[in-house]
Structure formats: structure tokens, C-alpha cells
């Protein structure tokens, strides 16, 4: 299976400010890197996501970027918000098998007003 | 309207009985998932499914079983039950031919005794 690491495990950041969020994976084969916010008693849900052909993408104040030499791929969300505040979630993967499908371990992203 | 939905949203039951959760999902997705998710907020995977293939996660007890009535439907029964199985269930859904986006339900919090 995948060996997928997420950090920093925590962060704290003033409102206004950015946060970068890094995951490592090890499998060369995964091509879907997706990034899922989990706010407090609630479900995940996908925030943005980035496919192998592509090496960045910006959705408002968040973008993804990959370096697939590397086996990287980071979260990049700017002018923080106290309604960013959640645990991120990072999830490469190349199939939708449960042999290959592993989360990374989450980011608690506290913003500071 | 509700894209995927679990019931009973909390479950607190006592050691050594049997369980049940129910998923459903209206999104004509053919794949789905049993995610559970600790207190630490570990998300990892139990079970993907779809008509075709289960693919079940190693690690997972066999006291864990999803049934499928049908496409739209995977429940999770749990055997003798124990303290270690408290946790937050997700299910989750998503298209064939992935990856892609998983579509999570609201969870259900289960509280062994």
C-alpha cells in the first residue's frame, strides 16, 4: 500500500496570514491528489484536487501544488480565515481500491483572529 | 437533498453485541467505502465495493462485514462488539473507473461500553 506522510501535524497561523501543508507519498504509480477539509464534527469533504498531468491549481484562496519527481504535493491557502480552522486531510491514490487508498494522517489548522 | 446518508448518526451499545450501520447513497456511484476514524482523527480505510469486487483492508477484524443489498446500499455489521471499536464511521461513495472525489456521509459515532 501507499506510505503517505502529512505535515505539520499541527499548525497555528494569524487570520491573514498563509499555511502550507506537505504530503509525501511513496507510490509512483499514484496520479489523483486530492485535499479534504474536515471541520469540526463533520464530514470530510474535497477542497481541491490535482490530477498528475498538472502541476499546480488555484481555487480562490487555496491552490495544490505537485512535484511528482519528488513525491510531493502541498495545500497552499492564503489570507487565512477563522473558518479555514479544520483538520486537512491529504489522500493520493491511483485507483479506488482500498489496497491503495490511504489518508494521510491530518493537519490541525487553527486560525487565530 | 442528502448525497450520502448514515444512520443511526450515534451508537452506544455494550461490549459482545452485534451491530449494524446503514449507508445509502443517491449519487448513482458505483463504488463504496467504510472509513473509520479514530480519536486521534486517523481516517483509514475498512472496505471499498462495488458490484463487482470487495476489497477488504488487511487489518480489519473479521468481525467487520459490509453487505450490499444493492448499489446504492452498504451496511456495515459488527460481531462482538468491543471497547477498541469505538470510533467515528464514515461511508463514502464514489464513481467507478477512479480515481476520483469521495463523497462522505455524516458519520456515525460509536460508543462501545
Known amino acids: 500500500g501507499e506510505n503517505v506522510e502529512q505535515h505539520p501535524s499541527t499548525l497555528s497561523v494569524q487570520e491573514g496570514d498563509s499555511a502550507v501543508i506537505k504530503c509525501t507519498y511513496s507510490?509512483?504509480?499514484?496520479?489523483?491528489f486530492p485535499w479534504y477539509k474536515q471541520e469540526l464534527g463533520k464530514r470530510p469533504q474535497l477542497i481541491i484536487d490535482?490530477?498528475?498531468?498538472?502541476g499546480e491549481k488555484k481555487d480562490q484562496r487555496i491552490a495544490v501544488t505537485l512535484n511528482k519527481t519528488a513525491k510531493h504535493f502541498s495545500l497552499h491557502i492564503t489570507e487565512t480565515q477563522p473558518e479555514d480552522s479544520a483538520v486537512y486531510f491529504c489522500?493520493?491514490?491511483?485507483?479506488?481500491?482500498?489496497?491503495?487508498?490511504?489518508f494521510g494522517s491530518g493537519t490541525q489548522l487553527t486560525v487565530l483572529p | 437533498d442528502t448525497a450520502v446518508s448514515q444512520t443511526p448518526k450515534y451508537l452506544v451499545t455494550q461490549m459482545g453485541n452485534d451491530k449494524s450501520i446503514k449507508c445509502e447513497q443517491n449519487?448513482?456511484?458505483?463504488?463504496m467505502y467504510w472509513y473509520k476514524q479514530d480519536s486521534k482523527k486517523f481516517l483509514k480505510i475498512m472496505f471499498s465495493y462495488n458490484n463487482k469486487e470487495l476489497i477488504i483492508n488487511e487489518t480489519v477484524p473479521n468481525r467487520f462485514s459490509p453487505k450490499s443489498p444493492d448499489k446504492a446500499h452498504l451496511n456495515l455489521h459488527i460481531n462482538s462488539l468491543e471497547l477498541g471499536d469505538s470510533a467515528v464511521y464514515f461511508c463514502a461513495s464514489s464513481p467507478a473507473g477512479g480515481p476520483y472525489e469521495q463523497y462522505f456521509g455524516p458519520g456515525t459515532r460509536l460508543t462501545v461500553t
Open positions: 489522500a493520493p491514490n491511483s485507483s479506488g481500491s482500498a489496497r491503495q487508498l490511504t
Open positions: 507510490d509512483s504509480a499514484s496520479n489523483y
Open positions: 449519487l448513482g456511484h458505483d463504488t
Open positions: 490535482i490530477r498528475s498531468n498538472v
